[in-house]
């Protein structure tokens, strides 16, 4: 029977099923961090447990990390408890730990990748929603609660029910200074924010093929945003190519004998979904989004809808209202007054590069604070290499040190209240770049014409063609 | 972490009719570095509640004595967002033992499921009853009966029968979690393991 790629991949972790109950379910890499694992470990002191595969499991800190004087000690006492926490259990249980100032450290789901941790065809779980970001690889991936880290480390499965299969075809060509980020914006502004909630999400079609890795991570990244377990994308040569020779992919004979198995990870002719949407690649411009989730995105030309009446106008007003907007306002030549450009979203090396691209030869707008962070110790070498810092310190711009910073604001990378950031990381809901900021989302193109002109700007009209 | 047991629940209920609740407004990230599950309560939906300064925002729903029970009553699409349990660790610490929706997001559900707090889903009809009722008197009772999986709004005995797999039934029913049974089948884990190519 011709089979789906998440069928093919789900079903080969099944340990066990469970009538009228979830799937027992393996899994092959477990992703912990300072915030979502304390509490894990702690009960399995209580319980008395051991974690079962600690090879299996890989720490990094960088939920709360300072990004700046990452050589002194963390300030804040409550992170540094965190830090510290996962180290001590990371030593005693034998898991490998990246912690702060590790050449490898970075943001959970960028060192996974660039490190070659995540695979195609692999169950991949981590206490964050954004473990979606894996799926690029042709991986089942999946954010979990505290509770399944547990599970994880105490007998390396996890219990789900299998999520219903919806695929998103997109075809044709992207325009000019449309990315991979307003891909998923779009997809996200046409299903909204709960419109693939039950479903694993598979991206088919020309624009994913033609997608670099970095970009289909993005995509899938931002799966969880309409509410989908996770999205995947079947692996092909890009995706060998990107792996091939990274740190921990398999090398030699056992590279060969996974690629064979590789090769066969995708969904046969004929295999049926239980939802289909198709869009146009010609149909998505540079989005942007005005409202307080990551559904309310529009092109960056158009006008803030009004609201359609019924259930959801209060809630719609609510959010309108907190972001300072009114409905029909033009989204270009709002004052922006931060750009935040990072996160495991769009803090890759490519992400940088596009933002450079837009900068050179200009200069950073007096009104606008930039943070610029990179996705990990490797793409911030990477940026050094590549000749992107010079670019950037030229216009004007400062380079911070790996983590997660304004994408969640636990560290002291907050946006105060009131003020408007464009941001380059996954959600825009209330407070969740500091108390009583708004963010609008974009993409890298995005964030940096806000940067270099102080308003919200149409990145077509600063790309030199 | 072993929890409650839930069978029947007979409560007053708070309504917060809001759409796509998400996680950061039940519990903000800065409230996440606590080492261990204690006092989230304390800071569920902190920056709807309060002021900056800390005093209570009067117009919230949790600060209007008016209202109060262990049922919360929330608008569609409730828990969207991060995977953070501490969500779902702040409604049950504050004192609630079910949230009910129209439409709960995925990984809240589960999370909840895990630490024994019932996400109960209903029609959009019967979430609008029951905001009405509660309107139309903040001292209705609301039941929720698990083993026949039935919703009632006491005064007018208008109810619905709600989902909930037959596993994560019996396990909110007698307290246990899912790390129990996980437990008690390591043999065929390891099996499995040993024939993984990763
Ligand atoms: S960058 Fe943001 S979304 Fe990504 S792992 Fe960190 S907090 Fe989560």
Known sequence: MPTTLFDKVWDSHVVRRISSGPDVLFIDRHFIHEVTSPVAFLGLENRKLQVMYPGKTFATADHNTPTINQHLPVKDPLSANQLKALEMNSKKYGISHWGLGHARNGIVHVIGPENGITQPGMTIVCGDSHTSTHGAFGAIAFGIGTSEVEMVLSSQCIMQPKPKKMRITVNGKLGKGVTPKDVILYIISKLTAAGATGYF??????????????????????????????????????????????????????????????????????????????????????????????????????????????????????????????????MLGKKVDYVFIGSCTNGRIEDFRAFASIVKGRKKAD??????????????????????????????????????????????????????????????????????????????????????????????????? | MAYDKFTVLKSTAVPMPIENVDTDQIIPARFLKATERK????????????????????????????????????????????????????????????????????????????????????????????????????????????PQQKITIIATGENESFEINGYKKENMINGYDDIDYLQAMKDDIQKFAGQSIY
């Open chain 1, 201 to 330: 999400v598979e991206y088919a079609g020309e624009v994913f093929e033609n997608m670099s890795m970095e970009g289909r991570m993005t995509v899938c990244n931002m799966s969880i945003e309409m509410g989908a377990r996770g999205g995947i994308i079947a692996p092909d040569e890009t995706t060998f190519t990107y792996l091939k020779g990274r740190e921990l992919a398999p090398k030699g004979e056992a590279w060969d004998k996974a690629l064979a198995y590789w090769k066969t990870l995708k969904t046969d002719d004929g295999a049926t979904f239980d939802v289909e949407h198709n869009f146009k690649a010609s149909d998505i411009e540079p989005m942007i989004t005005y409202g307080t989730n990551p559904g309310m995105g529009l092109g960056i030309s158009q006008h803030i809808p009004t609201a359609e009446q019924g259930s959801g106008k209060a809630t719609y007003e609510k959010s309108l209202d907190y972001m300072g907007f009114h409905q029909e306002d033009e």
């Open chain 2, 39 to 146: 006092g989230f309560g304390d800071n569920l939906f902190r920056d709807w509640r309060y002021n900056s300064d800390g005093s209570p925002k009067k117009d919230f729903i949790l600060n209007n004595p008016v209202y109060s029970g262990k049922i919360l009553a929330g608008g569609k699409n409730f828990g969207s967002g991060s995977s953070r349990e501490h969500a779902a660790w702040a409604i049950y610490d504050y004192g609630f033992r079910c949230v009910v929706s129209s439409f709960f997001a995925d990984i809240f559900k589960n999370n909840s499921l895990n630490i024994g707090l019932l996400p109960v889903q209903v029609s959009a009809e019967f979430l609008d009853k029951i905001f009405k009722a509660i309107e139309a008197d903040p001292k209705t009772e609301i039941e929720v009966n698990l």
């Open chain 1, 367 to 465: 009104n606008v604070t930039v943070w610029m962070v990179p996705g990990s110790h490797i793409v911030e070498q990477q940026i050094k290499d590549e000749g992107i810092l010079d670019i950037l310190q030229e216009a004007g711009f400062e380079l911070r040190q790996p983590g997660c910073s304004a994408c969640l604001a636990m560290n002291d990378d907050k946006v105060p209240a009131g003020k408007y950031a464009v941001s380059t990381s996954n959600r825009n809901f209330e407070g969740r770049q500091g108390p009583g900021a708004r963010t609008m989302l974009a993409s890298p193109l995005v964030a940096a014409a806000a940067a270099v002109t102080g308003v919200v700007t149409d990145p077509r009209e600063l790309i030199k063609d």
